[in-house]
């Protein structure tokens, strides 16, 4: 019998009675859906907590409104939820994608992901999608019954956005849609359109609130200065903080209401009935064309001005040099490590791995702390 929670749902919705389930079984809970578990068990996991103190683009010392991945993962899953209820999907499992999406994060956002998978390049490389997967699956330790969490297949699944065919091939069932190139639930290709959505407005917001982007320079971005010009109409004389979050609120629905409606029409002609035509059909969830141009136009506009920023580029220089050392003094030096992190033997390729997951659960300060104890000669 379908669970209540889930009666309500689009036919293609991913539901846990159509779900390859978890790998460990588990007798079903009482009160809750099943996604609802999984979105719980993220909540309380040790990696979700760590969020509060890593890097989105500004390190959290920098300034105390600035975005971390925590707030950005709760931003992602509450543009997500608005979406998914608006298309009839599932509501728990794309909050559960969303809060689980950056939890394999390295400190120092990209740039650390960048320079740890450079240090690993002779040991299978290090992709943080996959690193969120290998936290759910075994990274956290708090069950009696099985290293990770034990989440339902699509959980798994959305939190594996992206991956090389080479680790595809190692992963079993989670792998298998990119050795097919099939697509993964309505739901993961949601969170991931309101990840972008997300950044995409918070980095507009906090690049003008640490001064490193100007008003006028964003007003050459076309979806920028069209609601920027509608809440000036609507409110003559706005200025200040009130006009940005009167224009990036604006942009977000203006975003989220064109996803709405382009992937409704994808759904639609289609024809999709089932999670398998979902599986089989081509990418459903989308903006329309004009919209997706101008979400690149803003993209390649924060790349150049934001990320690329010289006062980022001295961040993202400071972070490849403290993440690179860690590793290559762990690397060279495994009894440097803490215990749980050090192997019997000498496999160095399983060492390494054990180096990276120790670096990737690092908080900004904790690694900046760490560089600190290992290499300030005034520090014991
Ligand atoms: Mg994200």
Same mark, same amino acid.
């Given at each position: ?30 009160? %809750? ?5 999984? %979105?719980? *068990?993220?909540?309380? @996991? ?5 969020l509060e103190y890593k890097t989105q683009v500004f390190v959290n010392h920098e300034g105390d409104l600035f975005r971390t991945r925590l707030t950005h993962s709760i931003e992602?899953?509450q ?11 599932? !509501? ?5 994608? @969303? ?10 956002g $990209? ?5 740890? =998978?450079? /240090?690993? &390049? ?27 969490? =034990?989440?339902?297949?699509?959980? %798994? !699944?959305?939190?594996? #956005?992206? /991956?090389?065919?080479? =680790? ?27 990840? !972008?959505?997300a950044y995409?407005n918070h980095d507009i917001d906090d690049g003008l609130r640490s001064g490193l982007l100007?008003t006028?320079?964003? =007003? ?6 069209? +609601? *920027? $010009?509608?809440?000036? @109409? ?6 200040g903080r009130r006009a940005i979050n009167?224009t990036v609120r ?22 999709? #009935? ?18 997706? #141009?101008?979400?690149?136009?803003? #993209? ?6 934001l990320?690329? $920023? +010289?006062q980022v580029?001295?961040m ?24 749980? +992190? ?11 791995? &054990? ?9 900004d300060r ?15």
């Amino acid at each position: 019998m379908m669970p209540e929670f889930e009666a309500h749902l689009a036919p293609y919705a991913a539901l846990a009675t159509t779900s390859p389930g978890r790998q460990f079984a588990e007798l079903t809970p009482p009160t %809750r859906s099943e996604f609802q578990r999984d %979105r719980d *068990r993220i909540i309380h @996991s040790t990696a979700f907590r760590r969020l509060e103190y890593k890097t989105q683009v500004f390190v959290n010392h920098e300034g105390d409104l600035f975005r971390t991945r925590l707030t950005h993962s709760i931003e992602v899953a509450q543009i997500a939820r608005s979406l998914t209820r608006n298309l009839r999907l599932n !509501e728990d499992l794309v909050e559960a994608i @969303s809060l689980a999406h950056d939890l394999g994060h390295t400190p120092f956002g $990209h740039a650390g992901q960048d320079a740890l =998978n450079a /240090c690993m &390049k002779d040991y299978g490389g290090f992709e943080h999608n996959l690193q969120s997967l290998r936290v759910v699956d075994s990274l956290e330790q708090r069950y009696g019954a099985f290293d990770g969490l =034990n989440l339902m297949f699509e959980t %798994r !699944e959305g939190v594996l #956005k992206h /991956c090389s065919l080479t =680790n595809a091939q190692q992963l079993g069932d989670v792998g298998r849609r990119f050795i097919e190139r099939k697509q993964p639930t309505l739901e993961a290709q949601l969170a991931n359109l309101a990840d !972008e959505i997300a950044y995409n407005n918070h980095d507009i917001d906090d690049g003008l609130r640490s001064g490193l982007l100007t008003t006028d320079q964003l =007003n050459e971005v076309t979806l920028y200065a069209r +609601y *920027r $010009h509608e809440a000036e @109409s609507q409110f003559p004389g706005i200025s200040g903080r009130r006009a940005i979050n009167e224009t990036v609120r604006r942009m977000i629905n203006a975003l989220v209401d064109d996803l709405i409606q382009q992937s409704r029409a994808n759904i639609r002609h289609a024809e999709i #009935k089932t999670i398998e035509d979902v599986r089989n059909a081509p990418p459903l969830i989308a903006f329309s064309e004009n919209m997706k #141009k101008e979400a690149q136009e803003l #993209k390649r506009f924060l790349r150049t001005n934001l990320y690329h $920023h +010289y006062q980022v580029n001295r961040m993202t220089s400071k972070a490849r040099r403290i993440v690179t050392d860690l590793f290559d003094i762990f690397i060279s030096g495994p009894e440097l490590l803490p215990l749980d +992190y050090q192997i019997a033997g000498d496999d160095r390729t399983a060492q390494a791995r &054990k180096v990276a997951d120790y670096i990737a659960g690092m908080t900004d300060r904790y690694a900046m702390r760490e560089y600190r104890r290992l290499f300030a000669v005034d520090e014991i």
